[in-house]
Each structure stands twice: as C-alpha cells, then as structure tokens.
C-alpha cells in the first residue's frame, strides 16, 4: 500500500530565508507527484507537477525535484516572505486496483516570520 | 474559467437528515473525485467518476453516494447524515485517460453534523 510521508510536521523561519519541505513514498510506480498548498479554511492550490519521467520542475521562486527510485521529493522556496505561510501538500498520483488516485502525505504546516 | 465550483461552503445537519454537496467543472474534464479531508487523517478518496455515467467507490465510500449524468456535474449524497461524517469536503477534476494530468480542487464544504 502506498504510504506518503511529508516530514517535519511543521517548520517555522524568519522571512528571506531558503527552505526545502520533504515528500516521500514507498511505492516508486507512480505517474506524477503533485505539489499543493492549503491555506487555512481554504481549498487546494496547485503549484507544481513532476511528470515520473521528470526531474524537476520550476515556477517562479519554487523548485520541485523528483527521485523516483528512491522515492522522494522536495520542494525548495526561495527567499521565502511571510505570504508563504500555509500549508504544503505532496500527493502522488498512481494506479490502486485499476483505478488512477491520489494519494496524499499529512503536509507541512509553515510558518514565516517577518 | 471558474473552475470547479462546490457549493455550499458551509452546512449544519441533523444525524439522520440528507443533503446534496454540488460540485461543477468548466473545464471539460472526464475525471472527477470527492475527498473529505480530517485532522490527523489527510484527504481520503471517497468516489471518482472517469465520466458520464461511470463511477466507483474510493477509500471511505460508505454513507455517501455519487452519480455522473453530465461531465459537468458531479453531485455526493449523504444518505443518512452521522455525526462521523463532520468533516471538510473537497471535489477535484482533471483530464483522462493519461494519468499524467494535474488535478484542480474546489473551494470545500465545511459539514457540521449535530
């Protein structure tokens, strides 16, 4: 059964620094690995797609990597600013009993500080 | 675009009473999902739809029911609302058959049951 792990829990850093959240799975027969954030009592945002052929991907300060063989991604933010805080979801997109599904990790809840 | 629309944002039910989360798409696609979303539990699949007239059961399916009479459109029923199924609730769509497409979510339907 796939598991999504998304460690730490939850990470708090002044404002301006760089950072990496970090995905993982256990079953590396995915299709895609999906970023999303959530802010509180809102839906989900998408921010970035790794295809399973991808290596990374890249949208403005944002740069995810994928590494499907040993079942990990991270997401790096640049310079971060206190608009970034929310929480970060990884999901990753495969087929369960003939059917194609997302599975998501329990996401990192962050924090910038300004 | 609107994207996918979820409406009511919020609802107050009574055990036993039934209702009808909506749940609309203007982008054309053949894939759409229902998730609930809980503290310490993540997103779990609750019923997808490959398109009109298709529909299958996800992870928790059980006290909901679905059905898929335009792409447009892709309503869940509680049959007999639980205080268990207090939850948040979540519709997504995206294209199919590739597993390669990114998903969209809604907005969410906070549901209190009493």
């Known amino acids: 059964k796939q598991e999504v792990t998304q460690i730490p829990a939850a990470l708090s850093v002044p404002e301006g620094e760089n950072l990496v959240l970090n995905c993982s799975f256990t079953?590396?027969?995915?299709?895609?690995l999906q970023w999303f954030r959530q802010d509180p009592g809102k839906g989900l945002t998408s921010l970035l797609l790794?295809?399973?052929?991808?290596r990374e991907q890249t949208s403005g300060r944002l740069n995810a990597s994928l590494d499907k063989s040993s079942g990990r991604s991270t997401l790096y933010i640049a310079a971060s600013q206190p608009g970034d805080s929310a929480t970060y979801l990884c999901?990753?997109?495969?087929?369960?009993?003939?059917?194609?599904?997302?599975?998501f990790g329990q996401g990192t809840r962050l924090t910038i500080n300004p | 675009n609107a994207g996918v629309t979820q409406t009511p944002k919020f609802q107050v039910l009574k055990t036993g009473q039934s209702m009808t989360l909506q749940c609309a798409q203007d982008m054309n696609h053949e894939y759409m999902s229902w998730y609930r979303q809980d503290p310490g539990m993540g997103l779990r699949l609750i019923h997808y739809?490959?398109?009109?007239?298709?529909?299958d059961q996800g992870e928790v399916p059980n006290g909901y029911n679905v059905s898929r009479s335009t792409t447009e459109d892709f309503p869940l029923r509680l049959l007999s609302a639980a205080p268990s199924q207090t939850s948040v609730y979540f519709c997504a769509s995206r294209g199919y058959p590739s597993g390669s497409y990114e998903q969209y979510f809604g907005p969410g339907t906070r549901l209190t049951v009493t």
């Open positions: 790794i295809q399973s052929s991808q």
């Open positions: 739809s490959v398109g009109a007239g298709i529909t």
């Open positions: 999901a990753v997109n495969q087929e369960i009993q003939g059917a194609q599904k997302l599975v």
């Open positions: 079953d590396s027969a995915i299709y895609n």
